[in-house]
Structures are given as structure tokens and as C-alpha cells.
């Protein structure tokens, strides 16, 4: 028996030799070589001891283990060097410097891939870890950054001959004078399919008389929207109204900019013909009009905005998506009372602005004291799918970009703070999702005064279990202590507004809303290595 036991010893010594000697061992999530070679003096492992090296007598038997280099962290760990590798993301290192993490020794190691690579690829994500510590980073956002080949996505026109055509993103496009041909690339979540057209050519009409370009596009050099790119809107010039078709990652976002008030009413012919149609605003009068009222213009502030898009994923799968914007409650006429107003059915939704006169807030009616015309509230989903199966998720924060807030003659200090949702989409918000925001806080609601409307604005999340290892993370912004907390402010008369106004992911890279999951993955042979002074 003791020869039997000590042949399985020697096995299992020869055995776990030789894996040392050919493999890399985990250590704190980063793959190292142990080195098998003489050392002076045998160091302690540290917990889950190793045996010790030399000459071992084994059940009466003498038997020499092999000698085991024991590495310190400092043979091992050193600052990112490569500047392709190191951190730039604003919210990121804010989120480092909030958790005392050193940015010199966090690297990126997975940049924005198809999904269909596996666990820690997205489109719509970046993957970063802290040599130190083993911390995994996911910062993922609206937008996303390749196509289903793996290309990156260039936000952008070019002139071919007398056209323009886009360049490389989720979609083909083509401008000839007035006319405009959208393909999809790829099978959509929606249902289009792989080569799908949609063909258009636009018409403006005031008071019932055609109001033509005056020729063809104008390629603009700065987008007017967002002046982190360049060269990717096209812009008509209508008369009474500017047109543009502006490109942006995954979406093609038309426009009506209207300077002052055409003094009229206002019809929009797309003429859309092919296997889809474009997504029209607010001011939708079917299909393929968009009406607005001369009431309209004159209520306005200028410049004022007629939207239109045609938005594309990476893929079809709808667990792999994300949308945001807005969706409000509205009187509809003369101001209601505040349970009606709140707790009411939206009426209004819209996902393809850039922003809106609020994310979150509230008007009170021009009569004054408990009467209410809009409440406002967003939506905002996060695909995280990509994180990996069995990663312990440490932490989480949610960034906004401020653009405006609003607290008009009384003060009300209105607060902001963050909630679940459950849309009925993954891609699309409906007006009916008012009701689907929860109310129970996932932070520290932000204070009116310290809202930032030139930065990110940080949520950290108290509840991580919001955080999906599968599918979407979904998430509501509401006022806290007013609306969530039902209690009705009072307006003087000649109405009120208070409320945040934060930028969507149409309006582009440095805007877009983000989110920073902390995590780690379970490691193997970490024992072998904790000591080593």
C-alpha cells in the first residue's frame, strides 16, 4: 500500500512539475509564468501552502521536489505604457479616482468587437483591467463603434462623382441632388432584413405652396450638433427652413431647422418608397407627413426642430440593443391637477432627439397654485450582455451629460435621481412607458445646484442586482422629490418650470449617456502566489 501511495506521490510531483513548467498561472486575473530555478533560501507560499522544495522523505522514500521561484509584485506588475492601452474615458477615470484605483496600471485588453466573439466582445463596450487589483472595467454606451464584421464605424459623407455617400457604418447610404437611398447591411431586431432600400426624396410645403431647395446638399465640415465630428452632415437649403441628414453611429437623423417663425402651417412629404420607412417625430401626421400648425410656430422657441431618423443595429438580436429619450405626461389643454398629471398615461415619447427641453421636470400651468400642463421623465437602457458568465459585479455608476437645467422664479430645487425601468422595447419608446419607471432609488439623487450642465453628471447604483450578465440593463430618470415623492409643488401664478436637461446618444460621441460596471472573475492558482516578500 505505501508503494502504491507513493507512486500516485511521485505522479502527481512529475505532473504538477511539468504544468508549472509549460503553463501560465492566473494571478489576479492576469496570465504569468511560474519559473522553475534555484533559489537561496525557500519562501512560505502563504495560504493553501505548496510543499517545500528539495530533497523530501515521502513514506520512507526520499524524492526531490522541484524548486519553485515564488514572484513578487513587483517582478510582475507595471504601468501601462502602450498609449492605445491606457485610459482616456472622462467617466471611467472619474470612476477609478472615486474608487482610489491608479489609472497607470489599468489597460485596456478588449476594444469594441462584434458580439458573436463571445463574453467581454460589444459593440457597444470596452473592457479595461487593473493589473494591481484583477478589477475588470465594462464602460458601455448607446452607440455602437463597429459593424458586424468587425469595422469600425466612420460617422461621415464623401462625395463620389456628383453624389455623396456614407462611409463605412450599419448602413449603406447615397445622396443624388434631392434623392436619398438607405440599405441595410445586416438583419435588424425589427425585422428588416440584409439589403433591405428604403428610397426618399423630401418636400417642404408652406401654407400649401411647395417650397423647393435651392439646389443640391452643402457637406458641412463641423457638425452644427456636435463638433467631435466632421464632414457627416448634409445640409438643403428649403428657404422658410434648413434640412439636414446627419450621420452618427448607426443612425442616419434628418431635420427641419426652422430660424423664426415661417408664419404658416407647415407640411412635410418624404415620398418614401422600398422596404421600410423612416421613423418621424412628434408632428407625425401618418406615415409620411409631418404636419405642424401655424399655433405651433407661434408657441415656439427658435430655432425650432422637426426630427426624423433611421436607426440600425449591429445585429438581430433584441437582448443585445439599447435605446434612450424621453417620454412625458401632458395636460393636453388647460393645466390638471397633479395626480392626474403624474400618474396619468404619457402622452408624448420620443427616442431619436439629441435632447429635449427636459429629461426630467415639470410645468405648471399660467393659472398658477396646483395646476399642471407637462411632467417629464427618461429612459435610458444599457446593453450588457457581454459581461462574462459567473463575474462578481463590485460596483456600478451612471453618467449623464448635462445641457440645461431650469428652476424659474420660485425655487423649488428639484432633485434627479435614477430607477429601473421596464419599457416595452428594447429599441423603441412608446408614450405608454411613462408608467414603467420604478420609484425606488438605485442612488443618491443629485441636488439642483450640483447638477452639472457642462460634464458628466455620476449615479453611483446601490443595487447591483440591476445589472444584467445576459441581456439589457434598464434604467428610469426621475425628480425625486416632487414626483416620486408625490408631493405636489406649488406655482405661482403665469406658470412654472423646473427640471434637467441631459443629452441622448443622438447627440454623439462625448455626450452619449455611459455606464461603468466594476467586476471580477473567479481566478485559479491565486494561492500559489500571494507570498513573496
Given at each position: 500500500m505505501n508503494s502504491k501511495w507513493l507512486n500516485r506521490v511521485l505522479l502527481w510531483v512529475l505532473a504538477f512539475s511539468a504544468m508549472l513548467s509549460l503553463l501560465s498561472i492566473t494571478w489576479r486575473g492576469r496570465p504569468i509564468n511560474l519559473k522553475l530555478e534555484e533559489v537561496e533560501a525557500q519562501t512560505p507560499i502563504g495560504p493553501g501552502e505548496f510543499p517545500s522544495y528539495g530533497e523530501k522523505e515521502i513514506a520512507g522514500q526520499v524524492i526531490n521536489l522541484p524548486k519553485i521561484r515564488v514572484l513578487k509584485e513587483q517582478d510582475i506588475i507595471?504601468?501601462?505604457?502602450?498609449?492605445?492601452?491606457?485610459?482616456?474615458?472622462?467617466?471611467?477615470?472619474?470612476?477609478?479616482?472615486?474608487?482610489?484605483?491608479?489609472?497607470?496600471?489599468?489597460?485596456?485588453f478588449g476594444d469594441y468587437a462584434p458580439a458573436s466573439l463571445g463574453k467581454e466582445h460589444s459593440p457597444y463596450a470596452q473592457f479595461y483591467q487593473d493589473r494591481k487589483s484583477g478589477k475588470r472595467f465594462m464602460v458601455t454606451q448607446g452607440l455602437p463603434m463597429v459593424t458586424a464584421d468587425g469595422l469600425p464605424i466612420v460617422a461621415g459623407w464623401e462625395r463620389v462623382g456628383n453624389k455623396f455617400v456614407a462611409k463605412n457604418n450599419l448602413f449603406k447610404?447615397?445622396?443624388?441632388?434631392?434623392?436619398?437611398?438607405?440599405?441595410?447591411?445586416?438583419?435588424?431586431?425589427?425585422?428588416?432584413?440584409?439589403?433591405?432600400?428604403?428610397?426618399?426624396?423630401?418636400?417642404?410645403?408652406?401654407?400649401?405652396?411647395?417650397?423647393?431647395?435651392?439646389?443640391?446638399?452643402?457637406?458641412?465640415?463641423?457638425?452644427?450638433?456636435?463638433?467631435n465630428y466632421q464632414n457627416n452632415v448634409l445640409e438643403w437649403d428649403y428657404g422658410i427652413a434648413k434640412r439636414r441628414l446627419r450621420l452618427i453611429e448607426g443612425s442616419v437623423l434628418g431635420s427641419w431647422v426652422f430660424p423664426q417663425n415661417p408664419n404658416g402651417d407647415v407640411r412635410i412629404v418624404y415620398n418614401?418608397?422600398?422596404?421600410?420607412?423612416?421613423?418621424?417625430?412628434?408632428?407625425?401626421?401618418?406615415?409620411?407627413?409631418?404636419?405642424?400648425?401655424?399655433?405651433?410656430?407661434?408657441a415656439a422657441q427658435y430655432p425650432f426642430e422637426i426630427g426624423d431618423s433611421?436607426?440600425?443595429?449591429?445585429?438581430?438580436?433584441?437582448?443585445?440593443?439599447?435605446?434612450?429619450?424621453?417620454?412625458?405626461?401632458?395636460?393636453?389643454?388647460?393645466g390638471v391637477s397633479w395626480t392626474t398629471i403624474r400618474n396619468g398615461t404619457g402622452l408624448v415619447a420620443d427616442d431619436t432627439a439629441a435632447f429635449n427641453f427636459y429629461s426630467v421636470g415639470m410645468q405648471g400651468?399660467?393659472?398658477?397654485?396646483?395646476?399642471?400642463?407637462?411632467?417629464?421623465?427618461?429612459?435610458?437602457?444599457?446593453?450588457?450582455?457581454?459581461?462574462?458568465?459567473?463575474?462578481?459585479?463590485?460596483?456600478?455608476?451612471?453618467?449623464?451629460?448635462?445641457?440645461?437645467?431650469?428652476?424659474?422664479?420660485?425655487?423649488?430645487?428639484?432633485?434627479?435621481?435614477?430607477?429601473?425601468?421596464?419599457?416595452?422595447?428594447?429599441?423603441?419608446?412608446?408614450?405608454?412607458?411613462?408608467?414603467?419607471?420604478?420609484?425606488?432609488?438605485?442612488?443618491?439623487?443629485?441636488?439642483?445646484?450640483?447638477?452639472?450642465?457642462?460634464?458628466?453628471?455620476?449615479?453611483?447604483?446601490?443595487?447591483?442586482?440591476?445589472?444584467?450578465?445576459?441581456?439589457?440593463?434598464?434604467?428610469?430618470?426621475?425628480?425625486?422629490?416632487?414626483?416620486?415623492?408625490?408631493?405636489?409643488p406649488s406655482f405661482s401664478a403665469g406658470g412654472y418650470a423646473a427640471g434637467f436637461t441631459f443629452y441622448f446618444s443622438?447627440?454623439?460621441?462625448?455626450?452619449?449617456?455611459?455606464?461603468?460596471?466594476?467586476?471580477?472573475?473567479?481566478?485559479?492558482f491565486d494561492a500559489l502566489l500571494l507570498g513573496g516578500d
Open positions: 507595471a504601468p501601462v505604457t502602450d498609449p492605445k492601452r491606457r485610459v482616456t474615458d472622462p467617466v471611467l477615470l472619474k470612476e477609478l479616482s472615486r474608487q482610489g484605483i491608479d489609472k497607470d496600471y489599468v489597460e485596456l447610404g447615397t445622396v443624388d441632388g434631392n434623392n436619398v437611398e438607405l440599405v441595410v447591411k445586416n438583419d435588424q431586431p425589427d425585422g428588416r432584413k440584409k439589403n433591405d432600400k428604403l428610397n426618399f426624396h423630401a418636400q417642404l410645403f408652406l401654407n400649401g405652396v411647395e417650397n423647393p431647395p435651392a439646389g443640391g446638399p452643402t457637406l458641412l465640415a463641423v457638425d452644427p450638433v456636435n463638433p418614401q418608397a422600398g422596404d421600410y420607412r423612416l421613423k418621424l417625430g412628434r408632428y407625425a401626421a401618418g406615415p409620411d407627413e409631418e404636419r405642424v400648425s401655424v399655433s405651433v410656430f407661434a433611421a436607426t440600425y443595429y449591429p445585429n438581430a438580436h433584441p437582448e443585445t440593443t439599447s435605446v434612450d429619450g424621453w417620454v412625458r405626461s401632458f395636460s393636453g389643454g388647460p400651468d399660467e393659472l398658477g397654485g396646483t395646476s399642471y400642463d407637462f411632467m417629464w421623465r427618461s429612459i435610458v437602457l444599457w446593453d450588457t450582455s457581454a459581461l462574462p458568465d459567473g463575474a462578481s459585479v463590485s460596483a456600478a455608476t451612471a453618467s449623464v451629460y448635462g445641457y440645461n437645467k431650469t428652476d424659474d422664479t420660485v425655487p423649488l430645487n428639484p432633485d434627479i435621481n435614477i430607477y429601473t425601468s421596464t419599457p416595452g422595447s428594447n429599441t423603441a419608446l412608446l408614450a405608454s412607458d411613462w408608467s414603467q419607471i420604478g420609484t425606488t432609488a438605485k442612488s443618491t439623487a443629485i441636488t439642483y445646484s450640483n447638477f452639472s450642465t457642462t460634464n458628466y453628471n455620476n449615479f453611483v447604483l446601490n443595487d447591483l442586482t440591476t445589472i444584467s450578465l445576459t441581456s439589457i440593463s434598464k434604467f428610469g430618470f426621475r425628480n425625486a422629490n416632487y414626483d416620486v415623492a408625490n408631493s405636489a443622438e447627440q454623439g460621441t462625448g455626450y452619449q449617456p455611459k455606464l461603468v460596471v466594476t467586476y471580477t472573475l473567479p481566478s485559479t
